[in-house]
């Protein structure tokens, strides 16, 4: 554990969640023990709930992470976080923290929907109400609304450069958080915009990276057996696999911390770890998530355990990914796709399909409907990514709206047709400009595979599924 008195606050972190807690909270503290570098204490944020801020307050930041499965170490407490805030609640302290001249790092794990991107133009979404009010210059609510107004007020007090640090789950993260930051402040009057852009371009980086462990939502039976173990209640107690990983392009404006001394590999390929990362790991979480759901399994490692979802994630990975990607250097693809189907395994981790399964219209464009295109371009047929979509199709028009944990849902709902059957839904889903572009959504073998594999898992099940693996 760190010297609480040596840390100083030389990061902001907007989103609390569980995996920020097991993943940047822990390499940070790693490199700060590590290197003797104690000036990356971290400034937490929350986002929309103030759960996280509210339970790491009387616990000064501390909390405990539980490795589960095997080569799980011993449980562990985290001691990089020195202080949590509520942004909902808070939201100038947010912005005077950015602009703090000890700062010099402000990451982000905010999830795909946090950004605020206009699916349509995959710019920011200046019609979002909460951006639209950032705008007018209520104290920030959106996370870009955040970064924006924390820059501004730094370049104003003159607080130096900064580097933004994007640790989501998307392609090109840096690159797309630098056009969202760049669009909130082009969308201000023009006496602030120019100003700020000009500030931007010459003090502010946003290099891209890769994160990689997972972490499900804690339960009140795993803060039960932390204390057991502990001998204390800890709240904010996080539960992740072993596997940890981050790789980062080396484009920082300032100082940053010494990640590489706890084991982040500094690259200058990460788009290619990204899209490997998502093509191949999370694009068969989802498959498995809404193929699960389909199948009553209530966690991850219960659906890998089914031989046919296991067969059409193997099929997935090799058949219709991997053809769609140039591999990192180091990565090697074959015992990627192996591993990641062990770490999918693993009993001790209770991740759930519901969990996984969240967030659709934000997640499968990105890891399914990227193969899908990459396979249609080249002539060939996406088969099981499309079995993939077919899934999550079906996850939708089966789940009453109140209980779909989607930001779409509504959206996805009025599109479906009152009759749910493979031919009435899925051109109805294809229809939803937020996730299916136009030529996507009139290629007709695609719509023809969607709709097999749909009426497959409809009427046939698992079965079905079987059969067309076994013999497919
Ligand atoms: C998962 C990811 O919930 C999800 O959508 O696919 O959170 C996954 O566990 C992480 O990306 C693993 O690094």
Redesign the pocket.
């Known amino acids: 554990m760190l010297q609480r008195g040596t840390l100083r606050p030389g990061i902001v972190h907007l989103g609390l969640g569980a995996?920020a807690r097991a993943h940047t909270a822990v390499i940070t503290e790693n490199a700060m023990l590590a290197s003797g570098d104690f000036d990356w204490g971290i400034t937490g944020v929350t986002q929309r709930s103030d759960t996280v801020a509210r339970q790491l307050a009387p616990q000064d930041g501390l909390f405990t992470v539980t490795e589960r499965g095997n080569g799980a170490a011993p449980l562990r407490v985290v001691s990089s976080i020195v202080e949590a805030i509520s942004g909902r609640d808070n939201p100038a302290s947010v912005v005077d923290r950015i602009a703090a001249e000890a700062t010099s790092v402000l990451t982000l794990t905010i999830t795909e929907k946090g950004y605020r991107i206009d699916p349509r133009t995959g710019t920011l979404n200046v019609a979002d109400d909460q951006v639209r009010a950032d705008l007018a210059g209520q104290a920030p609510q959106s996370a870009i609304g955040q970064i924006a107004r924390g820059l501004q007020q730094r370049s104003r007090a003159d607080a130096g450069p900064l580097t933004v640090v994007s640790c989501d789950?998307l392609p090109g993260n840096g690159e797309l958080t630098r056009k969202l930051v760049h669009a909130f402040a082009a969308a201000l009057p023009p006496g602030e915009a120019e100003p700020l852009l000009a500030w931007l371009d010459a003090h502010v980086t946003f290099p891209n990276t890769m994160?990689?462990?997972?972490?499900p939502a804690t339960t009140a039976g795993d803060l039960d057996a932390v204390e057991r173990e502990l001998g204390l209640r800890d709240e904010a107690a996080v539960v992740a696999e072993p596997f940890l990983q981050w790789v980062i392009e080396d484009n920082f404006a300032a100082r940053r911390p010494r990640w590489e001394d706890a084991g982040a590999l500094f690259s200058s390929d990460v788009a290619a770890w990204e899209a490997a990362k998502l093509r191949l790991?999370?694009a068969s979480?989802?498959m498995l998530a809404y193929l699960g759901l389909a199948a009553g399994k209530t966690t991850i490692s219960d659906a890998v355990g089914e031989d046919v979802f296991l067969s059409a994630c193997r099929r997935m990975m090799a058949e219709d990914a991997l053809p769609t990607i140039s591999l990192p250097q180091g990565l090697a693809g074959e015992a990627y796709c192996a591993q990641v189907l062990g770490r999918f395994a693993n009993p001790a981790l209770g991740?759930t399909t519901a969990?996984?399964g969240?967030d659709g219209s934000q997640?499968i464009g990105l890891r399914l409907l990227s193969t899908v295109r990459g396979n249609l371009d080249a002539g060939r047929e996406p088969r099981w990514a499309a079995l993939a979509v077919a899934a999550w199709m079906r996850h939708v028009a089966t789940t009453p709206e109140g209980q779909l944990d989607d930001p779409l849902a509504a959206e996805l709902h009025a599109a479906l047709p009152s009759s749910r059957t493979a031919s009435t839904v899925v051109p109805a889903l294809l229809g939803c400009r937020s996730i299916f572009d136009g030529e996507l959504a009139a290629h007709g073998g695609f719509s023809e595979l969607l709709t097999h594999w749909y009426r497959t898992i409809d009427i046939h099940g698992l079965d079905g599924l079987r059969n067309e693996i076994n013999h497919g």
Do not use: E
Request: hydrophobic residues 40%; glycine residues 0%; charged residues 25%.
């Open positions: 995996f789950n994160v990689d462990r997972m972490v790991l999370n979480h989802s991740h969990k996984v969240s997640k």
